[in-house]
């Protein structure tokens, strides 16, 4: 393969978002699309297992929020 035709994924978007709500909880929110393959051609989805051995993952879960928020 050369050069010009190397595939590169890029997320859409923020991978999680930490907030604390107005009663003062603390969030970590993650957008997850399980098992999905209804994407267009020029697009990948990334499995799930793949996605927990993540460093950004791994960061995104090392506080402990008062509530994990999976959108899906």
């Known amino acids: 393969?050369?050069?010009?035709?190397?595939?590169?994924?890029?997320?859409?978007?923020?991978?999680?978002?930490?907030?604390?709500?107005?009663?003062?909880?603390?969030?970590?929110?993650?957008?997850?699309?399980?098992?999905?393959t209804g994407n267009t051609i020029n697009t990948t989805v990334q499995k799930v297992g793949s996605m927990v051995k993540e460093a950004w993952f791994q960061e995104a879960i090392q506080d402990e929020p008062d509530l994990f928020l999976l959108a899906g």
């Open 1 to 36: 393969m050369d050069e010009h035709n190397k595939t590169v994924n890029v997320p859409i978007g923020s991978r999680f978002r930490k907030f604390e709500t107005q009663m003062g909880r603390r969030v970590t929110a993650l957008g997850v699309l399980f098992d999905f």
